[in-house]
């Protein structure tokens, strides 16, 4: 498993504001084009770097593809990460924190010590 490039897909796709919509509506693919496309790019760098080495586990690329931020989270994704790019993605779905509400609920079978989000 790569929790770095876990967390690098949820930073830049975060910074995006056309790739947050692209996320939100097609997971999947966005989860796949990104993989193929910017895994081995350095950040703000799209050409400048080329490695083949890293890539998602099955059960990484599965849980970003189902936008399953819980599972994410059992698997040590930094939490900060999820949260920003989830409530950019389906605040407006609800009341005014009303997604940060649904993300504390969905997290609160967790007891310390939580996942270790060190990369």
């Given at each position: 498993?790569?929790?770095y490039?876990?967390?690098?897909?949820?930073?830049?796709?975060?910074?995006?504001?056309?790739l947050?919509e692209?996320?939100?509506?097609?997971?999947?693919?966005?989860?796949?084009?990104?993989?193929?496309?910017?895994?081995?790019?350095?950040?703000?760098?799209?050409h400048?770097e080329?490695?083949?080495?890293?890539?998602?586990?099955p059960?990484?690329?599965?849980?970003?593809?189902?936008?399953?931020?819980?599972?994410?989270?059992?698997?040590?994704?930094?939490?900060?990460?999820t949260?920003?790019?989830?409530?950019?993605?389906?605040?407006?779905?609800?009341?005014?924190?009303?997604?940060?509400?649904?993300?504390?609920?969905?997290?609160?079978?967790f007891t310390?010590?939580?996942?270790?989000?060190?990369?």
């Open positions: 498993m790569s929790k490039l876990v967390d690098k897909f949820l930073y830049t796709v975060d910074r995006d504001p056309e947050v692209r996320y939100r509506a097609d997971p999947r693919g966005t989860v796949q084009w990104w993989e193929t496309e910017r895994a081995g790019s350095i950040l703000g760098c799209v400048a080329a490695t083949t080495w890293l890539e998602f586990a059960v990484e690329r599965e849980a970003l593809a189902t936008h399953d931020y819980p599972k994410l989270f059992e698997l040590g994704a930094h939490p900060f990460l949260l920003t790019l989830f409530i950019a993605m389906f605040e407006r779905d609800h009341e005014p924190l009303g997604f940060q509400q649904e993300y504390a609920r969905r997290l609160a079978h310390l010590p939580y996942p270790d989000s060190s990369t």
